[in-house]
């Protein structure tokens, strides 16, 4: 590990601290200086942030331990330390998509997450760090644990704030494995909620299975940062959102879980393969069961139909990114990534009849793996073929990421594994709209 | 009828003109002068554009003359005058949301649709007035047909512009009936794909049952144009998209339609019905089959699980417009109409749980509804009580028009019907992804 900073990232949990806020021992103030202290810290060489307002969050924070003072915070979440993805609209920060065609941007209003944190009272620090238009091509922010590693994509610098303990979430958004891969890569708790969970509405996310998701301290500041959004603001028009407590679910231990080996399992590392294995091998003996394909032929079945997820998810985003790509490329192909007009090439090369087999295709898998619901209580795996990689040239593998992706269902990374001294995420996965039960279960396994 | 004009409105088919457009006995640019002709005799007391970009159509036309010329038009619509709705983005003029909160706001990129008809070489010449937001507050456009009466909305400006012959076709969009109401009281054909059928992308259009649709001079211009767009945008990311042929689905004369009657039968004025009955008489003569509610159960089924079709949208519109209502009225609620406030009222005294019951019942409005498929080919209806109101304070009555926005099925509506001697629709409803088949019935019924 790069020894440049001497100390390890630590992140800072929220709801945990808020319990003091209404006695004053601690106050969104003194929380927030402290977040700020790490941002001293680390910020110079990580690069989170493309854009912060320190002035604007300090008065929020006072605003805020005023309110708690008052026992009348406007949510759980009033005052907590967030930064939100540089593809979600602010109307009091630029907007830039990590694209210089988006330079200076500044929309006219917040999207649905940044209206809905700002009403919950939340001090937002600052726009977070993606990859030009949170696809592939990488944006220069560095890994807190190693700055010579990538902290994943495309939410870096989400996942690398909350890493360092810049702030106690972040807003993230996950087509691929934008949300779990970073978050995992950095030693931070993820959610990819159900498809349509958390209102997308002005963020540059406009797939059929892309999610806007949240990068956290805590699984319980998780969950609750999701569902106060989701209070105001709701999921994606057509469904429901997040439906579940406005807190923690509480803890529960998984009975049955099944190991999803995916595509990844033919090229895992060594070392991630032995944690995880001493992870299931834990889980075991504590007397919770864990299938594999070899043991379940309903989960071997599964394997199979997501053998091709990435190659599907990537035929989806090629076809359903025709339009903006294009409106981009009018403008200004020069200021586009080789990466995305490649994707650019691969739409041009399919038929609407392709896409619609592929929709076919995708809602059949999702059938496949939703019958496992009968034998487990959720799926677990881990989040990457290894630690971050060296090099801030790629994001890292979604090898074992991109399933979730495409089964719309949710999704959770526990900072519980390690490889060489970096961390690496357990990754649980639930069944779609069971997103509290997959925190309640996520919440025991995080106790262990 | 106001005299005001003493010219009638007369449409301008582009397809049917342009066959002469290789000869060039006539060409884009004689076509767009013709267009420009009704501009000046029409605009000034219709008020159908926010801004027009005269030189910029010319150039267009121009361009596109040459290239017809050559042999080498980009599509089926290359030089096709259109407008574009106001609440679709376009990165060359501005984009208004009918609002003053959007006062002089120019997008940095444009919508799918907007950038597909600039593709396809349409000659783009103006935006059109759309109502406060696509909603209900009116902005002014009137009726080229009577000049005291509303044009109906909310996509009032391009119903009026293709009415009066200043475009051939023009981009609408409808969640209650913004596409349908104004394309029948203007005396033009008027299509709402299927749910998803037109890439909404970049326009204010948010909702889970709001279509971009079209609004054209005939019934093949409206199938071309919306299949020209659909073919360089797609569909809604996760939906195929209208399929079908590029050139205008062969015309099939239906052999059974059903009425459908809706909860606006209680509120059809004589006039109306006098034209809608006449009309239902002339397809018997001609041997086609017409049952109502009270020759079929499975008829009277679907007509009660639509009568509180209103209700149900009006419900679904204000819970999934929280935002971006609650960003509008936390920048300037007194720029907010009271309509729009009370919409947010609305929402505040829903619960997830209600609005997730309403989805629910939605989808099985749409089940009963779909089982018509095995006993009609399509159903017919009036698209309004009667002619369009006198006054601009409102834009209609929306009765006859909410079921099909709803049931997220293809609509259709032909300038068959008069009543006072204004145009009146008939409007014909087919089932879910059967455009190309609604278009074939619709060109059958057309011929008669």
Redesign the interface.
């Known amino acids: 590990m790069n020894q440049e900073n001497h100390s390890t990232p630590k992140r800072r949990p929220f709801l945990a601290a808020s319990a003091a806020f209404a006695s004053g021992t601690e106050t969104p103030r003194t929380f927030l200086e402290g977040c700020l202290e790490d941002v001293a810290r680390w910020e110079p060489s990580v690069g989170a942030f493309t854009v912060m307002d320190l002035e604007g969050a300090r008065r929020n924070a006072d605003e805020s331990t005023k309110r708690w003072a008052e026992g009348k915070p406007l949510s759980a979440i009033d005052g907590m330390p967030v930064g939100i993805k540089d593809i979600i609209d602010t109307?009091d920060m630029d907007t830039q998509q990590g694209s210089v065609?988006?330079q200076g941007?500044r929309p006219?209003?917040?999207a649905?997450s940044a209206?809905?944190l700002?009403?919950a009272g939340s001090t937002i620090l600052g726009k977070t760090v993606t990859t030009e238009f949170a696809s592939s091509e990488p944006r220069g922010t560095r890994n807190p644990w190693d700055v010579t590693r990538t902290p994943g994509g495309s939410s870096s610098g989400s996942a690398a704030a909350v890493g360092a303990g810049m702030v106690s979430g972040a807003m993230g958004t996950q087509v691929v494995g934008s949300i779990i891969r970073p978050a995992a890569f950095c030693g931070t708790y993820g959610y990819k909620p159900s498809v349509g969970g958390i209102?997308r509405?002005?963020s540059l996310d406009?797939?059929?299975?892309s999610c806007s998701g949240v990068i956290a301290a805590s699984l319980e500041d998780a969950w609750v940062m999701a569902r106060e959004i989701?209070a105001?603001?709701?999921g994606d028009?057509?469904?429901?959102?997040i439906?579940g407590p406005m807190t923690p679910p509480a803890a529960e231990r998984p009975k049955r879980l099944g190991l999803l080996q995916t595509a990844g399992w033919a090229v895992i590392e060594p070392e991630a393969q032995e944690a995880l294995e001493r992870a299931i091998a834990d889980l075991r003996q504590s007397g919770i069961e864990v299938v594999t394909r070899t043991d379940w032929a309903a989960l071997e079945e599964t394997e199979q139909a997501l053998a091709e997820s990435l190659d599907i998810a990537m035929k989806i985003i090629a076809?359903?990114w025709?339009?903006?790509l294009?409106?981009?490329m009018?403008?200004d192909a020069s200021a586009i990534s080789q990466s995305a007009r490649d994707r650019a090439a691969t739409a041009e090369a399919m038929t609407?009849a392709e896409?619609?087999a592929i929709?076919t295709r995708r809602a059949a898998i999702r059938a496949t793996y939703a019958k496992l619901a009968d034998g487990v209580d959720a799926l677990i795996s881990v989040t990457a073929p290894g630690a971050a990689p060296v090099g801030l040239a790629t994001t890292g593998n979604p090898i074992f990421v991109v399933p979730g992706s495409i089964l719309g269902v949710p999704v959770v990374t526990l900072p519980r594994l390690q490889a060489g001294g970096m961390p690496l995420g357990l990754q649980i996965l639930g069944f779609e709209g069971g997103d509290a039960k997959l925190f309640a279960l996520a919440a025991g396994l995080d106790q262990m």
Chains 1, 2 share one sequence.
Do not use: C, K, M, T
């Open positions: 109307d065609l988006y941007h006219l209003f917040g649905a209206i809905a700002r009403l209102n509405g002005g406009l797939l059929s299975h989701v105001r603001v709701g028009p057509g469904h429901v959102g439906v076809w359903e025709r339009w903006p294009n409106a981009f009018a403008r609407q896409y619609a929709l």
